[in-house]
């Protein structure tokens, strides 16, 4: 070590590094100037280094999500946004989002380290839906909320006005959407059935009791007054599937249309399926049904006549509450109760209800109570008369090669033949009958056996064979085509008819052997 040398000094330590790290004599060459080109292409080298690093970290932001919330306020210099519970400040964006422009009301992605605005949230209009009382002032409305109203943004792109209904988000502040005013028309008969009272055919019961409750009151209403008789509130059919319930429904809106001078009823008729009142949104299908009876009220005030109101499939909302399955049971009860309350509201003749069910003892009794719906109508399955009636009447149209009404005799012979067994019903009291095909007739069933008719005697056609009409041949493949179809079903309930209501088990003709046979509750 060489103490006694002195410090360098700054001189020598700068000739020290021009010759290159103390010793190795070299020469420092100065690099030329950059030309302005050069520098230029340096500067934008370096630009897409930055903007790379960029793209990477707002890939890693894309990456970790964030939250969202909703545009509650928009300041100078900064955006208030409700983000779950809380309402934070964020920087207002200086650039313009990808998502569009920043507005009260919209969903906007955060970046919660800077509260930051990433991005504007489009088709993120989900929530619970509401009705606004009205329109306040500094872009506010009073919403229909539980357990009071509630002030919330409207936000000025959904120009909301009393009475619509709005989507409002999860956190309750603002207007996601707006649905416009509720449609309380959307069940009215907007176009003619075209179905009358003839096309209801081996019904005559059900089509002279509704023909009675609908048009008498006003075809006979002298004699109505002077018995002092009061209008139905109603009418309930029941019966098997296919057998023509909802087509009656559809006869009798035409006779109501009629009745006004009409072709078709608008307003006097509402046709609606019971499951599409039911409404998982909690509270929205009691709704519906206050719609309906308001509705009903609206058009008795304007005309001074009952609205007929045709709720099909009646089971699937208006179930009895010991048939109700417990997840759905509390929105059973309520829809039960809604209607009952609306029922009784309305004083006589203040509508007509028409409700149609393939399961009468699913219903809930108080709803079929007199008073309510006093006039009740089981409509049975076709005869084997009334099977040549419907094939008649579908025939009709087509050309046959026999006589028409023979063709139809042939094909309700052919449908109630003994040999086309569907399986054995056994009752309480050890009897046994043989369940025919016949057995589950329906007017749906001839319709569409005499369609199979005509599609059997076009593919015949195709290869030139034949007759250019429905032969003998094609009725008589199309009923052993849905006979074989209906080997299929389970026909629970017609084998329980057959045996008067008293089956113990149904041995299926499909599979011969027994052991598979079906087992029923006794
Ligand atoms: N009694 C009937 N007379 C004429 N056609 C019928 C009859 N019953 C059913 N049909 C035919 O079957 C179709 C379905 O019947 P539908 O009225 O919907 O039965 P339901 O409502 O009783 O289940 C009808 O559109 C019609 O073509
Ligand atoms: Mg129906």
Redesign the pocket.
């Known amino acids: 070590m060489n103490f006694g040398r002195k410090p360098p000094t700054g001189a020598e330590i700068a000739a020290a590094m021009r010759n290159n790290a103390f010793g190795t004599p070299s020469t420092y060459v100065a690099p030329p100037p950059l030309t302005p080109l050069q520098q230029a292409e340096r500067e934008v080298e370096r630009l897409k280094g930055t903007v790379e690093d960029q793209r990477v970290s707002l890939a890693r932001i894309q990456e970790r999500g964030h939250p969202m919330g909703v545009v509650v306020q928009i300041r100078e210099s900064h955006v208030v946004v409700a983000v779950g519970q809380q309402f934070v400040e964020a920087q207002r964006p200086t650039n313009a989002l990808p998502g569009g422009e920043l507005e009260e009301g919209c969903t906007v992605r955060i970046l919660q380290e800077g509260f930051q605005i990433v991005d504007v949230v489009r088709g993120f209009d989900f929530g619970t839906v509401h009705e606004v009382l009205r329109v306040l002032e500094d872009g506010l409305v009073e919403i229909a909320a539980q357990p009071a109203p509630r002030a919330i943004i409207a936000g000025r792109r959904h120009k909301v006005e009393t009475g619509h209904r709005v989507v409002v988000d999860a956190t309750m502040v603002a207007v996601q959407k707006n649905l416009g005013s509720k449609d309380n028309k959307k069940h009215a008969a907007k176009k003619a059935t075209g179905v009358s009272w003839c ?5 005559d019961a059900a089509v002279g009791a509704m023909k009675e409750a609908v048009e008498d009151h006003v075809t006979h209403a002298a004699l109505y007054a002077e018995m002092g008789k009061r209008r139905s509130k109603g009418i309930l059919l029941s ?10 429904m559809k006869a009798a809106a035409t006779a109501v249309a009629a009745l006004h001078g009409k072709t078709f009823c608008d307003e006097g008729f509402a046709y609606i399926k019971g499951p599409e009142l039911a409404n998982k949104w909690f509270g929205q299908s009691e709704e519906n049904v206050r719609a309906i009876f308001s509705n009903a009220k609206e058009y008795f005030a304007k005309t001074g006549a009952p609205q007929l109101v045709a709720i ?1 499939e009646a089971e699937s909302i208006l179930r009895s509450r010991a048939r109700r399955d417990s997840a759905n049971a509390s929105v059973d009860v309520n829809i039960v109760q809604a209607f009952l309350a609306e029922l009784d509201g309305l004083e006589d003749g203040g509508i007509f209800l028409v409700l ?1 069910t ?1 399961r009468p003892e699913d219903l809930d009794p108080a709803i079929i109570r007199d008073g309510r719906l006093d006039t009740k109508i089981r ?1 049975g399955r ?1 005869s084997k008369g009334d099977v040549e009636k ?1 094939a008649l ?2 025939l009709a149209g087509s050309p046959t090669v026999a006589d028409r009404e023979l063709l139809a005799h042939e094909l309700a012979e052919a449908v109630f033949s003994p040999h086309r067994v569907l399986g054995l019903a056994h009752g309480a009291n050890k009897e046994r009958e043989k369940l025919l095909f016949g057995h589950v007739a ?3 069933l ?2 569409g056996i005499v369609e199979q008719a005509k599609q059997v005697a076009i593919r015949r056609l195709k290869d030139g064979k034949g007759a250019r009409a429905i032969e003998t041949a094609d009725v008589d493949a199309a009923v052993e085509a849905k006979y074989v179809e209906a080997l299929g079903g389970s026909h629970l309930d017609a084998a329980d008819d057959l045996v008067r209501g008293k089956l113990v088990r149904f041995e299926p003709a499909r599979d011969a052997a027994p052991k598979t046979s079906l087992i029923v509750a006794p």
């Open positions: 096309d209801v055919i081996g019904q019966g098997p599937p296919g057998i023509g319930k909802t087509l009656l099909d149609a393939n409509m076709p419907l009447h579908y329906s007017g749906a001839v319709a």
